[in-house]
């Protein structure tokens, strides 16, 4: 069964304090990790897909790296707009994805 | 690119009533959508999946005749809510997958059912 775990939970930063976000997985035969940004009441929006061990993605002050077992969001200099759930989610056979519950993200002016 | 909408983003339905949401793909075409249910700090559900032409497949646990889905056509797909009770008052969220053989999905804003 694939698992996605997040950590941690929530996170609390000051403007400008970078830091990062943690994905930990196990799936048979990963078709992709996947990360979203949720807003409070509103659907998830698409960040990165990452399909291979050693493969970054950035997107302004957000960059994502993967490898066999984790992938992590570094943020960079973060902004209280960047304040969010950050969710990860794996793709393995049947085209379903698996999310993880989430990291709420609260950065502080 | 990949926009998805959804249709009404917010509905206050009586107990025993049904209610119908859309979910629209508006610059591409869908041959997947996804639904999903997500409750107050908790992370998405997937409650089925819908091919456009076929039959949806539900999670373990789903119940088909209370949840319908129909995707009609590669743009639109929609869940029917059927004999709505308080307990079925949550968040859904579609989804919609492009190309085939992505597993990339986009999502829709989602829509607040409040069942009184």
């Known amino acids: 069964e694939d698992q996605v775990t997040q950590s941690p939970e929530a996170l609390r930063l000051q403007e400008g304090e970078s830091s990062s976000l943690n994905c930990s997985y196990t799936v048979s035969g990963l078709r992709g990790l996947f990360w979203y940004r949720q807003d409070p009441g509103k659907g998830p929006e698409f960040l990165f897909t990452l399909y291979s061990a050693g493969e970054e993605k950035e997107k302004e002050r957000l960059k994502a790296t993967l490898t066999k077992k984790e992938s992590f969001l570094h943020i960079t200099a973060p902004k209280p707009e960047d304040s969010a759930t950050y969710l990860c989610a794996v793709g393995s056979s049947g085209s379903r994805l698996t999310f993880g519950e989430g990291t709420q993200l609260t950065v502080n002016p | 690119g990949a926009v998805v909408s959804q249709h009404p983003s917010w509905v206050i339905c009586k107990s025993g009533t049904s209610v119908k949401i859309e979910c629209r793909s508006l610059?591409?075409?869908?041959?997947?959508m996804f639904w999903y249910r997500q409750f107050p700090k908790q992370s998405l559900m997937l409650m089925a999946t819908?091919?456009?032409?076929?039959?949806?497949?539900?999670e373990q646990g789903v119940e088909k005749d209370k949840f319908l889905i129909n995707h009609a056509s590669l743009t639109l797909s929609t869940l029917t809510v059927t004999s709505a009770h308080p307990e079925d008052s949550s968040f859904y969220i579609c989804s919609a997958r492009g190309e085939q053989g992505s597993y990339e999905q986009y999502f829709g804003p989602g829509t607040r059912l409040t069942v009184t």
């Open positions: 610059d591409f075409q869908a041959t997947t």
């Open positions: 819908s091919n456009e032409g076929s039959k949806a497949t539900y």
